[in-house]
């Protein structure tokens, strides 16, 4: 059986559709880089991932920020599941319907129950849309009982 980096290593340059999270698969994003503190996806932003404006959603956004970290919070390892516990988002800039987006998440912290990572969604000009930092508890669900 691969590790998680192994697996999602094998998933470089691929449509992010058939991973363990339903609400990931549906953003259907590329995955373009991914290490134990790591990660780069990029996104394109579909019609129905806007508000009535045709921008992107700050939910779907929050999505992204949420779904990013914790793929990468799941290859970081550990034996038990760890699950977020908060989200802070800052929407600094809209993004448009067909507009490619790269988020990048890093692990700013890693101890023996909580993990605290950071990460950025921007346009392919650099222009930030939204930028987020998260903390990640230890549950006492053991990853070998999941079905994956």
Request: glycine share 8%.
């Amino acid at each position: 059986m691969a590790t998680p980096l192994e697996y999602f290593s094998s998933q470089i340059g691929k449509k992010l559709d058939q991973t363990p999270s339903a609400a990931g698969n549906w953003l259907a994003g590329i995955l373009l880089e991914i290490s134990e503190k790591h990660i780069k996806i990029q996104y394109t932003v579909q019609p129905y991932m806007c508000n009535p404006a045709r921008i992107l959603h700050g939910g779907v956004a929050s999505l992204m920020l949420d779904d990013g970290i914790g793929m990468a919070n799941f290859v970081a390892g550990g034996d038990y599941l760890m699950s977020s516990i908060n989200l802070s988002v800052d929407f600094l800039s809209s993004a448009q319907i067909g507009e490619k987006l790269i988020l990048e998440a890093n692990l700013i912290r890693s101890g023996a129950n909580l993990n605290h990572w950071e990460a950025i969604i921007s346009k392919e000009s650099g222009k930030i849309v939204a930028k987020a930092s998260s903390n990640m508890i230890k549950t006492h669900i053991k990853i070998s009982d999941l079905k994956l």
